[in-house]
Every structure is written in structure tokens, then in C-alpha cells.
């Protein structure tokens, strides 16, 4: 079976720049996560979603940042404008339920500008 | 205060020896599971083993065991016979609750561990 597919793996941009992050869950997953990790801070939940509707968004850093999930096999995080303080791994992961494992994809590594 | 607390930054073991990394927590929930997940050089997230607050037994999966102390909370992982590939980062993660608004992962810091010959 096909894990978590995420794209690009790797990203460089100049700040100011508009950055899309893409997820593909795992088929049959109803949790969709995005994550967020640095070496200061470490892995942050920033948004996750049930069913595709976002339940908790709180993790969010700011209004730059905004995620959709049009449909249950796709996701995106999208930073606009991007700073170079966004400069991390972005991970997304799901799962099926709440009792299990949430499952990571490979990650996208960003780095602004 | 911190839900999930790794004391060790970094770890040292000989191949073949069990190693021990340490992981408390602190939830005031009746609900909970805690994970851990292994990060290598390579950056992917490979979950390991889970422990629900209601298992009556520690987990086990192969060489990973988790020492569940529930009462000290504390969710030590074991890893026996260790192996160069072990090699790695290791997170413990706690989810909280049940239902839709308890499938957040909080993450610890982390254990840097390396497995010498």
C-alpha cells in the first residue's frame, strides 16, 4: 500500500514568495495532519482535519499560513507571503481512527530566502 | 508545562546491547495513547509502538517494548539487541481524549541515539 505522498520533497524560494505543500493521505484515512518542524521549536501540529473539514486550527502560526482539503485524497498548505523564519520540515501524516498510529510522509524540507 | 518530557538528548549504546530511552508525561485525561516514532538521518517518521491508558499489558512489537508505568507516568521505550540501524532520533508523542478533538500528537524533544560497535 501507498504511504503518505507529499510534494516537492524539497522546496527554495525567496521570501515574499507564495509556497504550496502537498499531501496525499493514505486511502481510507479520515485524519489528516500537517506538522511543522524546526530545531528551535520542534514538531508543532498546525492544522488537522476529520472527513476534510478542519477541526483544529490553532496551531496555525499566523494568517500567512492557510491549509484546504478539497476532497479526502488531497491536501495543501499554502504560506503567502512566505518569510525565511518559515524555513523548516513540513510533514503531513494521517490516520484512520483515533486509536491508531498516525502515519508521516516523507516530508517537504522549505527553505525562504 | 511540558505534556511529554525526553531527559536524554543523547544516548549512546553498543550493538547488541538493550538500550532504555526515557519519556515522561502529564495528562490529567483518563484517555490517552502514548506513541514513539524514529526519526533517521534520512528526516522520515517511522511510527514504533503504541500504549493506550487502558492496556493492561506493555506493548511489544519485535525488538521495541514499551516499559508503561502508569502511575510514575512514564512510558520508557526499550529497544533490545541494538543494531547500527537504530541509529536515530526517537520521539515519544501523547494523544489526549477520545473523539475528534483528541487526536492531537504532542511530541517530546527528542533522543538522539547512537549505536556504537
Known amino acids: 500500500d501507498a504511504g503518505v505522498i507529499q510534494s516537492p520533497r524539497h522546496e527554495v524560494t525567496e521570501m515574499g514568495q507564495e509556497v504550496t505543500l502537498r499531501c496525499k493521505p493514505i486511502s481510507g484515512h479520515d485524519y489528516l495532519f500537517w506538522y511543522r518542524q524546526t530545531m528551535m521549536r520542534g514538531l508543532e501540529l498546525l492544522i488537522y482535519f476529520n472527513n476534510n473539514v478542519p477541526i483544529d486550527d490553532s496551531g496555525m502560526p499566523e494568517d500567512r499560513f492557510s491549509a484546504k482539503m478539497p476532497n479526502a485524497s488531497f491536501s495543501t498548505l499554502k504560506i503567502q507571503p512566505s518569510e525565511p523564519r518559515d524555513s523548516a520540515v513540513y510533514f503531513c501524516?494521517?490516520?484512520?481512527?483515533?486509536?491508531?498510529?498516525?502515519?508521516f510522509g516523507d516530508g517537504t524540507r522549505l527553505s525562504i530566502l | 508545562a511540558q505534556k511529554i518530557t525526553q531527559t536524554q538528548p543523547g544516548m549512546f549504546v553498543q550493538e547488541k546491547e538493550a538500550v532504555t530511552l526515557d519519556c515522561t508525561y502529564d495528562t490529567s485525561d483518563p484517555s490517552y495513547g502514548l506513541f514513539w516514532y524514529k526519526q533517521p538521518s534520512s528526516g522520515e517518521m517511522i511510527f514504533l509502538i503504541y500504549?493506550?491508558?487502558?492496556?493492561?499489558q506493555n506493548a511489544t512489537e519485535g525488538r521495541y517494548s514499551l516499559n508503561f508505568q502508569k502511575a510514575r507516568k512514564s512510558a520508557n521505550l526499550v529497544i533490545s539487541a541494538s543494531q547500527l540501524g537504530d541509529s536515530a532520533m526517537y520521539f515519544c508523542?501523547?494523544?489526549?481524549?477520545?473523539?475528534?478533538?483528541?487526536?492531537?500528537?504532542?511530541f517530546g524533544t527528542g533522543t538522539q541515539l547512537k549505536v556504537e560497535l
Open positions: 508523542a501523547m494523544r489526549e481524549g477520545l473523539g475528534g478533538g483528541g487526536n492531537k500528537l504532542t
Open positions: 501524516a494521517s490516520t484512520r481512527d483515533n486509536n491508531q498510529p498516525q502515519h
Open positions: 500504549q493506550g491508558s487502558y492496556d493492561q
